[in-house]
């Protein structure tokens, strides 16, 4: 049996690997952030907490057989929730100018983590200048690529008749 067939027949190394790309993707974040200056705007910092809760339900579903359906669901719509979030910033507020107080400033601030982790989660630029792109593709496409990644990666968890 193939490694790739191994993990694709086993929910359980699939959410394992989504869980891993998250934080990967996190990371990823932080190192263009702080060693390249890649400020992010409020969106950006919204995509990187739903990437850090969407790792933590996959890693959970991974871990909790009984409840690893339920968490696959949660995986699949957190991954929703990413791609709307990526797709607005690159279609909507890249575009403008300032992005302050929009929803993605409120939901952070809400949850207290610009202060609890600035060095994550504080915006630091406008959406329309943090849309950089990475080999040619903006930064918000790549995001939605992961996520859609990550969502569909969590689909086999929920169809498993066995956990």
Do not use: E, K
Request: glycine share 8%; net charge positive; proline share 6%.
């Amino acid at each position: 049996m193939s490694f790739l067939s191994r993990v694709t027949g086993s929910p359980r190394l699939l959410l394992v690997g989504v869980a891993v790309a998250c934080v990967a993707a996190v990371g990823g974040a932080l190192v263009g952030q702080y060693r390249f200056d890649m400020l992010p705007c409020p969106w950006c910092t919204l995509q990187r907490l739903i990437f850090l809760v969407l790792a933590a339900v996959a890693l959970l579903a991974a871990l909790v057989s009984p409840l690893r359906r339920p968490l696959a669901g949660l995986g699949v719509l957190l991954a929703a929730c990413g791609i709307g979030t990526s797709l607005w910033l690159h279609f909507v507020a890249s575009s403008s100018a300032s992005c302050a107080l929009t929803m993605a400033d409120r939901i952070m601030q809400a949850l207290g983590l610009y202060d609890a982790a600035p060095d994550v989660f504080a915006p630091m630029a406008s959406c329309a200048d943090a849309a950089v792109s990475l080999l040619g593709i903006p930064f918000a496409m790549w995001s939605l690529a992961l996520f859609a990644l990550c969502g569909a990666a969590c689909v086999p968890a929920l169809r498993a008749r066995r956990n």
